[in-house]
């Protein structure tokens, strides 16, 4: 069983649509909990990172973490074509763990 | 602006062969660390190192090799090519502390025949 577990999908969503995109994981060590965005041909970049659990929000992102259920989730608001991109969840203990990543195309 | 450059994008290379990938990084970072990515299978850390002339195996480091001769740059080596090393090779660093934000390079897409 792998560490941390991603829906590869793909997804496919409408624009103004809200993307929700999750990880379940079975390391309870890990503490810090990232989602990082991949661009196609491009390397990931880290797009929220949380720590506790709770929401996390920014501008049209939320990040969720459940620590009791072991479960992350990101959320994307008003979604835009621009936001067409693989997303990984990461996290860490003494190293970061990634998912799988899920493809999300949002059509105009 | 924060920059981690690769050698090549792409890269074709034959059974047998020995292939250096190169990394560099511009912000003076501690941590860099080499990565594979394939579909369904996510980002799998092989090799990543602390300081110059260390290194530490990561989670699938079979086959490959390390070396970090100058802070900025880390090289991974595959010493014979075979051809389930074909994959997407990307390159990470950060300041210190591993919950820092890691910073990629844009890859390198090695196909082995």
């Known amino acids: 069983q792998k560490e941390v577990e991603q829906d590869p999908g793909p997804l496919s969503v409408p624009e103004g649509a809200i993307v929700s995109l999750n990880c379940t994981y079975s390391?309870?060590?890990?503490?810090?909990f990232m989602w990082y965005r991949q661009y196609s041909r491009k390397g990931p970049e880290l797009l929220m990172y949380t720590y506790s659990s709770g929401n996390k929000e920014d501008g049209r992102f939320t990040a969720q973490v459940d620590k009791s259920s072991k479960y992350i989730s990101l959320f994307i608001r008003d979604s835009q074509p621009s936001d067409s991109a693989t997303y990984l969840c990461?996290?860490?203990?003494?190293?970061?763990?990634f998912g799988a990543g899920t493809t999300v195309t949002v059509r105009a | 602006d924060v920059k981690v450059t690769q050698s090549s994008r792409y890269l074709v290379k034959r059974t047998g062969e020995k292939v250096f990938l190169e990394c560099v990084q511009d912000?003076?970072?501690?941590?860099m660390f080499w990565y594979r990515q394939d579909p369904g299978l996510g980002l799998r850390l092989i090799y990543f190192s602390y300081d110059v002339k260390m290194k530490e195996k990561g989670d699938i480091p079979e086959g490959y090799s390390v070396s970090r001769e100058k802070k900025e740059r880390f090289s991974l080596i595959l010493e014979s090519a075979s051809t389930n090393q074909t994959s997407m090779y990307l390159c990470a660093s950060t300041s210190t502390g591993g919950t820092d934000t890691q910073y990629f390079g844009p890859g390198t897409r090695l196909t082995v025949l």
């Open positions: 912000m003076d970072h501690e941590n």
């Open positions: 990461a996290m860490y203990d003494y190293k970061l763990s």
């Open positions: 390391n309870s060590a890990f503490q810090y």
